[in-house]
């Protein structure tokens, strides 16, 4: 006589066997599969893109420390400046000097 347990752990195996081959052969899980797998490959474009954005940043950061050391104003040194002198300090103009006129005198 067959055990009773037995025999219905195997109509279940052969129950799973026959749902799996139906699974596998199905056009669906063949678009699933590929649908996956071309989601692995878009993956794998994405980390090589993002990995190059680490570079990326590090010479924007460079950059934008180079451009904020030009934008800083100089330290222009200090000039003196000479101090003209004041209107009422300033020597008065020359007094005008009769011309010498070129005829002789009598």
């Known amino acids: 006589m067959t055990n009773p347990k037995q025999d219905i752990l195997s109509r ?6 026959g749902a799996l ?14 649908s ?10 994405v980390q090589k893109k993002v990995r190059g954005l680490d570079e990326l940043e590090k010479r924007v950061a460079a950059l934008e ?3 904020a050391e030009l934008q800083k104003p100089e330290a222009k040194p200090k ?9 009422s300090a300033r020597k008065p103009p020359p007094t005008t000097r009769k011309k ?3 005829e002789p005198e009598p």
């Open 12 to 17: 279940l195996a052969d129950k799973g066997e």
């Open 21 to 34: 081959s139906r699974v596998a052969g199905s056009q669906t899980t063949a678009r699933v599969v590929e």
């Open 36 to 45: 996956v797998t071309g989601l692995r490959e878009r993956m794998d474009d």
């Open 65 to 67: 420390k180079q451009l």
């Open 79 to 87: 000039t003196t400046r000479t101090r003209s002198a004041s209107p």
């Open 100 to 102: 010498a006129s070129t």
